[in-house]
């Protein structure tokens, strides 16, 4: 089943527009946006093929963090996260 997650994780420096465009290249083979210009939080939505919430959930934070890691973002603490599956968004039912 495919998910939607978004993640945001915090830190203590306000990113430039930069940074996160390195972000948006790391995630993109995740079908992945990325978000945080102007802030000290930086996101992503990404999809992920799972099988539960749980598990998207997880798999969707290890791409994030690694993404984050290639861009040279600081490492952070997820803040964030919340998942729907592609079945849950075409019905409403949430």
Known sequence: MRWSVGIEAEGSKVLSREEIVELA?????????ATGIGTS????QLVVEADTEEDAIALA???FTA??????????PVVRTEA?????????LR
């Open 84 to 92: 729907i599956s592609e079945a849950e968004e075409e019905t409403g």
């Open 25 to 33: 290249d790391a995630i993109a083979a995740s079908h992945g946006i």
């Open 41 to 44: 939080r930086y996101g992503a």
């Open 61 to 63: 934070t290890e791409r």
């Open 67 to 76: 993404a984050a890691a290639t861009a040279g973002l600081p490492p952070a």
